[in-house]
């Protein structure tokens, strides 16, 4: 028997409309799939049940991945494929190994020869991207910057600076609560002619994207709120 298939399954970046950002014929694979290797157990089961899987949820394999896997936990994971059966990696939102754990995984499924396979589904980081207007030959993306407000400033300035030398678009996350301070820290830090793109709440309801000046963002600084947000700057 041949090795089975990783799949790698985005799911829905919030409580939006599943049809709108999981494509149809992605839902119908998943629901093929009885092993599942997740980031939060919960939350995958919950994915699980709105695309209407068709087994009882509590007779799925659904294993979570460790947050700093060894060589055995990552065999241990693989195991079922190497049986011939094949197992889709779920992040909690957004798309498995991009921004997200994943990405250890799926480079040991690929020295055991094992088939990976990427499905189609939402990745906040490259809709953000597409929706930005910004630099999209040359990107870079950094996930969360420090909190201490010193060396938040001290990054922000030297990202602007990458960004200028190399023509590059700078991406970088924040913790939602935490949006409205890091928007405030890079309007404070920035020049005012470094172009900045905030996009909030990506296929949601209350999603809002917007590419302005730092200047322009500093004559009218929204409030964002708790929700999540990607930034993107360009100096």
Known sequence: ???????????????????????????ARVRRIDRFVVEEPKRARAFLKRIGHPRPLASLAIDPLPERPDRAALDRLLAPLMGGA????????????VADPGALLVRRAHELAIRVAPLVGPSAILLAL???GLEGQRFA?????????????????????DSRRERRTEIFIETPYRTDRLLRAITAACAPATLLSVAVELTLPGETIATRTIAA???????????????????
């Open 130 to 132: 597409m929706a930005s």
């Open 217 to 235: 963002w500093r004559r009218a600084l929204p409030a964002l709120g708790r929700r999540p947000a990607v930034f993107l700057l360009l100096a």
């Open 1 to 27: 028997m041949g090795a089975g298939t990783l799949l790698l399954v985005p799911t829905p970046l919030g409580d939006g409309a599943l049809d709108e950002s999981v494509p149809a014929l992605v839902q």
């Open 86 to 97: 094949d197992t889709a990696l779920l992040s909690d939102v957004g798309a498995p190994a």
């Open 141 to 161: 993306f950094h996930g969360y910057l420090p909190v201490a407000e010193g060396a938040l400033a001290t990054q922000l300035k030297a990202l602007e600076a």
